[in-house]
């Protein structure tokens, strides 16, 4: 697989044909890469020989994550809430990267749940921000760019949390409001050869969850039974899914959600009825 050359690629009645990352010159730029998913995806892209740019505001676990995968990865620190960051950083990936024809959303905070009561308008709108305007900052930027170009992928993370609400009540909306955003982008750039779609990953075996387990302040085992599969998930399983969105392959797929959370979603109708099936 390949991306088509610019003259190469097909026109009719003023819309782009397909255009996608994929094979060995996939050049990816992911925000919040330094770990989790991100991290995961980085690693799935340059195991299968493309380019990645590492956007985190962790600076040191970005630069740890960039070298442990060679000269195929860059490492730039960034806050992504912050637009003059993010144009600097994409300068720099410019210059150090193949032509940049991808970009995964994955920055965002963790939410400890709690009661409308319990939690302060200020945390709310940090949460929401760390998903939400991140997201839409890193697209208008890099997404802007490829819109130029004519050609790109965008792949946004997403939660089941946006279409099954629990007691995070800014992240869970953050996630629904990345759905709406995705759909959007995908309309109005799908005439400029941009593809934007988002995956709604269930419960996952991250930094997001594991450190409250090991101190005692979160058991796994009720998150476990509600999952179908009756594990939590791999990132390398939501990064395989990631990567099929950017690539070739994907070239149909504009504006879906998908969806790799163990059939989390699909089993929570069975849990009035006894729970998942053993």
Request: aromatic letters at 4%.
């Amino acid at each position: 697989m390949s991306h088509p050359s610019k003259a190469g690629r097909a026109r009719s009645s003023g819309r782009a044909g397909p255009t996608a990352c994929a094979g060995t010159d996939l050049s990816v730029v992911i925000s919040g890469g330094a770990s989790g998913i991100g991290a995961a995806t980085a690693r799935r892209i340059v195991a299968a020989g493309g380019h990645v740019g590492i956007l985190d505001v962790n600076g040191a676990l970005a630069r740890q994550v960039a070298k442990g995968l060679g000269e195929r990865a860059v490492a730039v620190t960034a806050d992504v809430l912050d637009e003059g960051q993010v144009r600097r950083a994409h300068r720099r990936f410019a210059t150090a990267l193949p032509d940049i024809r991808g970009l995964v959303n994955c920055a965002g905070m963790p939410q400890v749940p709690r009661t409308i009561e319990e939690y302060a308008v200020e945390d709310w709108s940090a949460v929401l921000d760390s998903h939400l305007r991140t997201t839409y900052v890193a697209c208008r930027e890099f997404g802007g760019a490829m819109a130029r170009r004519g050609a790109g992928a965008i792949v946004n993370l997403a939660s089941v949390l946006a279409f099954r609400p629990g007691p995070v009540l800014a992240y869970g909306p953050a996630k629904a409001a990345v759905v709406s955003l995705t759909e959007s982008l995908a309309v109005q750039w799908a005439h400029r050869g941009v593809r934007v779609n988002a995956v709604a990953p269930g419960w996952t075996d991250t930094p997001f969850l594991r450190p409250k387990e090991r101190k005692g302040e979160r058991d796994l085992t009720p998150i476990i039974r509600a999952t179908p599969l009756g594990r939590l998930l791999k990132p390398q399983e939501i990064a395989e899914v990631i990567v099929f969105l950017l690539s070739a392959a994907a070239s149909g797929v504009t504006g879906a959600t998908v969806a790799c959370d163990g059939g989390v979603m699909a089993g929570s109708g069975w849990m009035p009825y006894g729970g998942i099936p053993a």
